[in-house]
């Protein structure tokens, strides 16, 4: 009968140091990624806002996924105003920017076209958004670790290194459906115009063909009146 209370023990210091452990993994720094798809119609332009802080990153790609000429144009601008990048009928872009406090604006200018509209694509990925915190706070709340063998630290370290991986595996996904969109829509278009004119050229052929049979069936005729 000792064992079992015994056993009860050991496992309440288990499950404490595992709640202990995801209690710390919650305190970390952590990247924030979204991703929008809107459409852009002709003459028009679409700006958009992200706060940012000292210190931070921000990361924007965008793709143009539908649209004659598949361009826009596109530039970021500082919270003082400052324009930091432009891209002129590009299809696409990946920018970083190492920011300051503020609101900073990126925009989709589709004013150059005034007949086709745009599905654009982009994707925000914002890193060290808490960089106020202090690193080392989550240590206060772990105790009795060297009741284990291996280091907090180092349990701390592979489960930010996994999910630092399976982020990025993330974001690639998204982009790359992103180009499979595109190239979906690009061929779809494609497809619709070889059917277009290969009906054209069927039509304008079935005419020749028609014009030729009359003009050499009016080279045999005989047009001689005959009298009887």
Same mark, same amino acid.
């Given at each position: 009968?000792?064992?079992?209370?015994?056993?009860?023990?050991?496992?309440?210091?288990?499950?404490?140091?595992?709640?202990?452990?995801?209690?710390?993994?919650?305190?970390?720094?952590?990247?924030?990624?979204?991703?929008?798809?809107?459409?852009?119609?002709?003459?028009?332009?679409?700006?958009?806002?992200?706060?940012?802080?000292?210190?931070?990153?921000?990361?924007?790609?965008?793709?143009?996924?539908?649209?004659?000429?598949?361009?826009?144009?596109?530039?970021?601008?500082?919270?003082?105003?400052?324009?930091?990048?432009?891209?002129?009928?590009?299809?696409?872009?990946?920018?970083?920017?190492?920011?300051?406090?503020?609101?900073?604006?990126?925009?989709?200018?589709?004013?150059?076209?005034?007949?086709?509209?745009?599905?654009?694509?982009?994707?925000?990925?914002?890193?060290?958004?808490?960089?106020?915190?202090?690193?080392?706070?989550?240590?206060?709340?772990?105790?009795?670790?060297?009741?284990?063998?291996?280091?907090?630290?180092?349990?701390?370290?592979?489960? !930010?290194? +996994?999910?630092?991986? =399976?982020?990025?595996? #993330? &974001?690639?996904?998204? /982009?790359?459906?992103? @180009? *499979?969109?595109?190239?979906?829509?690009?061929?779809?278009?494609?497809?619709?115009?070889?059917?277009?004119?290969?009906?054209? !050229?069927? +039509?304008?052929?079935? =005419?020749?063909?028609? #014009? &030729?049979?009359?003009? /050499?069936?009016?080279? @045999? *005729?005989?047009?001689?009146?005959?009298?009887?």
């Amino acid at each position: 009968m000792e064992v079992v209370p015994g056993f009860l023990c050991v496992l309440s210091v288990f499950v404490a140091l595992v709640s202990e452990r995801f209690v710390a993994l919650a305190a970390f720094s952590q990247s924030m990624d979204s991703d929008f798809t809107f459409t852009l119609p002709a003459g028009r332009k679409e700006c958009f806002y992200q706060t940012m802080k000292k210190d931070a990153s921000l990361e924007i790609e965008y793709q143009v996924l539908d649209g004659a000429g598949l361009d826009v144009d596109f530039f970021i601008s500082s919270p003082s105003g400052q324009m930091l990048f432009s891209d002129y009928h590009k299809s696409d872009g990946v920018h970083t920017v190492e920011t300051e406090d503020g609101d900073y604006m990126f925009c989709f200018d589709n004013t150059f076209s005034s007949v086709s509209e745009k599905i654009i694509f982009f994707e925000l990925i914002l890193d060290n958004m808490n960089v106020d915190e202090e690193p080392d706070d989550w240590k206060e709340y772990v105790h009795g670790t060297d009741m284990l063998d291996m280091k907090l630290e180092d349990i701390m370290d592979t489960i !930010n290194s +996994v999910k630092a991986r =399976l982020g990025k595996s #993330v &974001q690639i996904q998204t /982009v790359l459906r992103a @180009f *499979e969109a595109r190239d979906r829509n690009l061929q779809e278009s494609n497809f619709d115009r070889v059917n277009f004119w290969s009906v054209v !050229n069927l +039509v304008v052929m079935m =005419l020749v063909s028609a #014009v &030729q049979v009359y003009l /050499v069936r009016s080279l @045999f *005729e005989d047009k001689r009146k005959i009298r009887t």
